[in-house]
């Protein structure tokens, strides 16, 4: 029954890649756009000088790349990674300039589809399918603005918050990278954050300063429709004291990219009494059927709680990626403060996620919940993998940590790997997972009264996610939401 | 027996008793009645020692001895038995292990032997039956699996086998259906009546006291006696309601 | 003998294993014990592991089609003790694990299992409780993996540790590996000290603090021995209690 899936998330990556490769036609003229193929010192160089960075920044990229020299590729995650050949990858390219179509008529049917079905407003539509002029008139329909950089830019200055491209903010205001760049994920933390520290192509900074509510919800998704950031993005947060921030990553649209690795690393780091929300919708291309193509999806994220009450939330929706290795992370160091990871991880055809959290638990009075609901179906494995570490020195420690796991079909693998470690007596630790298969009589039921079964299966995920989606922001949420029952299309029947 | 002067006390930090003072005599039981929240928990809590009650003024006295100063199962051996609101569940104990310990480690204290197996499955069954309770229901664990009724019948058997002279019976009456609330009426008089007993019933409603006369009625509101008469001051907070009345 | 090199950390079965400890016996480490369960029959096994400083018991369990395997094991070494199995559960057949790790002073208790139902209609139910005092280690490492075709499989595992000191450790890791739809696999776990409640509730009764912490324990644990073989269920009894007394104290 998953031989024949009709797979319309699929289908639309397939048919945005076959408009990138052949109607968009990327010409050779943007080979001298690029650095040379492999990665050494040189490549190193290139990048930095390219960006145009200080010495300093130069200097701190190379402590990278000899570190990852000496570094291994992960072998721990449930995951079958084929090898990938680091010298025979592009490390820099000038951001590209997207081709574009006349009007939304051009586009391929299919995406076309599948837009609508995420409910993406037409003129949001236009700026994804790269329609000529469209970026100015969806900025003018969605916010309702002749300029919306520059409202937005004005109202963040107001407030002083920061809100910069990493590459710009490495100019503006490179004492605050500096202090910040790999203080929550040192260079050598992992294979690929290392890689990333290397060579990382840009990525976004945030500062909110202290007492600062940020005025608005932060988000990605004009600047990477905008340009490229490219492979190895890298973002870095920091919320001052008692400052509030809502980021927003990523798009519920089909992304894709004709590099196949991305390895991004997040960084937040949170002071006293500061509160950050960083919400993901993933859909990056997931290969075909057959598991061919689709990104390998390698993330580092992780959250310093530094201060004492400070607060980080991370929330997921990952549906895409051929391979995702992903555990979105919070040290809790100041006393009283919290962590959160609610995640919804979907798999189909012959996708690969292995992703969790981890929850350090280090000052007193910490406080962590995990939320994590995985959904298999076609013949992909999906597994969790989460820690929940209380030290020696951190007292009346809570954690609860759920973790349920749904399997849509009997082709596919749905596991739990959760890591306890606890060194003091006053920590309270709970901890609960189960596994189960879509229920028939739900099924029953809810086409007994009109839904058909794709949109049965959409609900039924939808509920068992919902714990999940009501963390998201609203306008999040809905997309979402839509996002789940089009990535399992097919998946039962 | 039971001597309450000027009690002050707070639970994290937050003050619920107000300098409360409350005296019941030998033979005697005293009802306390008063709105939710108006401390009547925590007075039972901080007459059994429960960690988190903290006593910041006042004075209790015990036949005698300061109460404040024991230790919560100094005062079970000294004759104290609180009947929790909500008795607590333990996994994996059974309840005849759980009251022979209890009771054998009371008499201990008191300077008695302790009682043999065969005495003490006698005792129980005989309270048990007291109750209407099967006494298989004692070889369960403690509390697990009991009914919200059952519970509190169990805290009667355990009050019935350990006899104490003085018992503060916290919302005793919650849970229980009709039939049941006659019977556990009829346990209290019948362990606790006597002249060298008294009992504290904390109570909402005025229905156990259809079954077990108080002496004396005290209304309790935000942490301190506002009120006391006899019997007939139950059935005038029935009628009239605590704002009335307090 | 043993043919194999000595683990490290990186084998992820001895990530929290006493390698000293081990790597004093490993030589002479007898082969794994391999117990088959024939089809349709109902074995009971008792491992009682709290005699040695060291001890490390592996074994193969095979339960045929329709058979049923109870295993009580109380893991109480001085100085680590291990308990690792490996079991295959075959069609409609039952396999339960009754266990306990008791440690204090600087022990490291384990107890490792990987159960891997290769047929359907199994059913395996795992109860471990560690009571941890000193600066003891007590880990429990169980994998449940669920075959393609082992449809209808029942799987569970029921995970507690109490901490009884600073400096104590618990670790738990309930996996599971599920490849098949139609099965239901729940794990729980928790972690804690002894639950002030049940101690106020006790010591209300008239139980010295003392006595009441020892009670409570011994609720914890001895729970896990309810069903043991009647001949030997005594034995498991005071051996956990001889335990519990030197681990609270």
Not at chain 1, 355 to 364: D, E, L
Not at chain 2, 48 to 67: C, K, M, S, W
């Amino acid at each position: 029954m998953t031989d024949d899936v009709t797979f319309k998330n699929r289908e639309a990556h397939e048919a945005a890649e076959k408009l990138a490769t052949y109607e968009w036609g990327f010409t050779s003229d943007i080979e001298s756009e690029r650095a040379p193929k492999g990665l050494n010192e040189d490549t190193v160089r290139y990048i930095s000088a390219k960006k145009g960075e200080p010495e300093w920044l130069l200097e701190w990229r190379l402590k990278a790349y000899r570190a990852w020299l000496t570094m291994e590729e992960v072998d721990w995650a449930k995951l079958d990674i084929p090898a990938i050949d680091y010298q025979d990858a592009y490390y820099y390219a000038e951001p590209k300039q997207k081709p574009t179509i006349a009007s939304l008529d051009e586009l391929d049917p299919e995406i076309r589809r599948t837009y609508e079905k995420l409910g993406i407003p037409i003129e949001e539509q236009k700026v994804l399918a790269g329609v000529e002029g469209a970026r100015k008139v969806a900025v003018d329909a969605v916010f309702d603005s002749v300029s919306v950089a520059t409202t937005f830019r004005e109202e963040l200055n107001k407030a002083g918050v920061i809100f910069r491209s990493i590459s710009e903010a490495v100019k503006e205001f490179p004492d605050l990278v500096r202090k910040y760049l790999g203080s929550v994920v040192p260079q050598r933390d992992n294979y690929f954050a290392c890689l990333n520290s290397a060579v990382f192509s840009d990525g976004t900074f945030v500062y909110i300063p202290e007492g600062v509510r940020c005025p608005m919800e932060l988000s990605t998704y004009f600047r990477i429709n905008a340009e490229n950031t490219g492979q190895f993005e890298r973002t870095l947060i920091v919320a001052d004291k008692g400052s509030y921030v809502s980021y927003l990553e990523g798009c519920t649209a089909p992304m894709r990219d004709e590099n196949q690795l991305h390895a991004a690393v997040v960084e937040i780091f949170a002071h006293e009494d500061a509160e950050v929300k960083y919400s993901t919708v993933q859909n990056w291309y997931p290969g075909n059927a057959e598991g061919v193509g689709g990104i390998y999806n390698f993330v580092t994220k992780r959250a310093m709680c530094s201060g004492a009450r400070s607060k980080v939330s991370w929330t997921q929706v990952e549906t895409g990626s051929a391979i995702t290795w992903k555990y979105p992370s919070c040290i809790l160091k100041g006393d009283g403060s919290v962590g959160e990871f609610y995640s919804v991880a979907v798999t189909n055809n012959r996708q690969q996620a292995d992703t969790g959290t981890k929850m350090v638990h280090i000052g007193a009075n910490t406080r962590s919940t995990i939320v994590s609901k995985g959904i298999s179906a076609g013949r992909s494995d999906n597994t969790y993998r989460g820690l929940v570490k209380v030290l020696p020195g951190a007292e009346n420690v809570r954690n609860f940590t759920q973790c349920d796991s749904l399997l849509l079909g009997d082709q596919c693998g749905a596991h739990t790997v959760p890591y306890i470690e606890v060194k003091n007596p006053t920590a309270t630790i709970e901890h609960e997972a189960t596994t189960s298969k879509i229920s028939e009589d739900q099924l029953f039921y809810a086409m007994s009264r009109g839904l058909d079964q794709e949109a049965a299966v959409a609900l039924i995920v939808n509920g068992f996610a919902r714990e999940v989606l009501k963390q998201l922001p609203m306008e999040f949420a809905v997309e979402a939401q839509k996002l789940l029952g089009i990535s399992l299309e097919g998946s039962v029947g | 027996m039971l001597e309450i002067n000027n009690l002050h006390a707070t639970v994290a930090g937050k003050p619920i008793l107000n300098g409360l003072s409350l005296t019941v005599p030998a033979g005697e039981v005293h009802a306390i009645m008063g709105p939710n929240g108006a401390g009547k928990s925590t007075l039972s809590y901080v007459l059994g020692g429960r960690p988190g009650y903290e006593v910041t003024g006042g004075t209790v006295t015990f036949i005698g001895e300061d109460l404040l100063a024991q230790e919560p199962h100094e005062r079970a051996a000294a004759g104290l038995f609180l009947g929790f609101q909500y008795p607590v569940e333990i996994p994996g104990v059974s309840s005849m292990q759980f009251i022979r310990e209890s009771l054998n480690a009371q008499r201990r204290a008191r300077g008695q032997a302790d009682l043999s197996g065969a005495e003490f499955i006698r005792l129980a069954r005989a309270e048990a039956a007291e109750l209407g309770m099967d006494v298989d229901m004692l070889k369960r664990p403690v509390n697990v699996g009991f009914s919200g009724g059952e519970k509190k019948r169990a805290e009667m058997v355990q009050m019935g086998i350990m006899r104490p002279r003085f018992a503060v019976l916290d919302e005793t009456d919650s849970g229980l259906d009709i039939d049941a609330l006659r019977v556990v009426g009829a346990e209290i008089n019948r362990i606790m009546r006597g002249p060298d007993r008294a009992a504290l019933l904390i109570t909402h409603y005025q229905r156990l006291l259809d079954y077990v006369q108080p002496d004396r009625v005290h209304v309790l509101a935000a942490g301190r006696i506002v009120r006391s008469g006899g019997p007939e001051l139950a059935l005038e907070l029935e009628r009239e309601g605590y704002a009335e009345v307090a | 003998m043993t043919a194999l090199a000595l683990p490290t950390r990186k084998d992820e079965a001895y990530r929290y294993a006493d390698l000293d400890a081990l790597g004093r016996v490993w030589a002479d480490l007898a082969q794994a014990r391999e117990i088959v369960v024939p089809a349709g029959e109902a074995h009971s096994h008792v491992l009682l592991a709290a005699n040695e400083a060291v001890e490390v018991h592996r074994a193969r369990l095979v339960i045929q089609p329709g058979a049923s395997l109870d295993l009580f094991a109380l893991n109480g070494a001085a100085e680590y003790g291990r308990i690792e199995m490996d079991v295959e559960v075959r069609e409609g057949a039952r396999f339960t694990l009754n266990a306990a790790n008791i440690a204090g002073g600087k022990a490291t208790q384990e107890i490792v299992t990987h159960v891997r139902h290769t047929e359907p209609n199994g059913t395996s139910n795992q109860t471990v409780r560690s009571v941890l005092g000193g600066t003891a280690t007590g880990s429990y490492l169980g994998k449940v993996a669920v075959a393609r075709q082992a449809q209808k499989v029942d799987g569970e595992q029921s995970v507690k540790a109490m901490l009884l000191d600073r400096g104590a450790t618990a670790n738990c890791k309930p996996e599971l590996e599920i490849y098949a739809d139609d099965v239901k696999c729940a794990h729980g776990a928790t972690v804690g000290e002894l639950d002030p409640t049940q101690l106020f509730y006790a010591m209300s009764r008239g139980l010295p603090p003392a006595e009441a912490k020892a009670l409570l324990l011994e609720g914890f644990v001895l729970q896990l021995w309810d069903d043991a073989p009647e001949d030997r269920r005594d034995e498991l009894v005071e051996a956990s209690r001889a335990l519990l007394r030197r681990v609270a104290a």
